[in-house]
């Protein structure tokens, strides 16, 4: 005989012999018969108890006596103010801190290293973000 017949003679033999080693199925008992639904009630339904209201997050407040990462500016009355993201001095208008620059408003901006100048005018780039947004043109 040939090596494939041969194999194929074995294979199928093989397949057959696990055939016939299983157990057959097991009977299964008949499905119980299904009883009908209740009649709906004419009852009212007990009201649910109101969910539980989660706390909300207390919201930072928008201004603060200093700020974790910017220091306030040398010498002068100020508080951080978190929208805008500076310092504001006190007792001067319109006039900001951070990062070791004073930034002033009066029809443009301006930016100094001193509260008292000299002052350079710069554009709406050239100071922080929330500040720009405040005096947005």
């Given amino acids: 005989m040939k090596p494939t017949v041969q194999f194929l003679a074995v294979g199928l033999l093989v397949g057959l012999a696990g055939c016939t080693s299983q157990r057959p199925a097991p009977d299964y008992p008949a499905p119980l018969p299904q009883t009908p639904a209740p009649a709906p009630s004419t009852q009212t339904p007990t009201p649910r108890p109101p969910m539980p209201t989660i706390p909300s997050t207390p919201k930072p407040p928008t201004t603060m006596k200093a700020h974790p990462r910017y220091a306030p500016p040398p010498g002068g ?61």
């Fill in 77 to 137: 009355n100020c508080h951080w103010d978190t929208g805008l993201g500076v310092y504001v001095l006190e007792k001067v208008p319109d006039v900001y801190y951070r990062e070791r620059t004073y930034y002033r408003w009066d029809g443009g901006w301006f930016w100094s290293n001193g509260p008292q100048g000299p002052w350079q005018e710069t554009d709406s780039s050239g100071v922080p973000p929330g500040l720009s947004r405040r005096y947005a043109q």
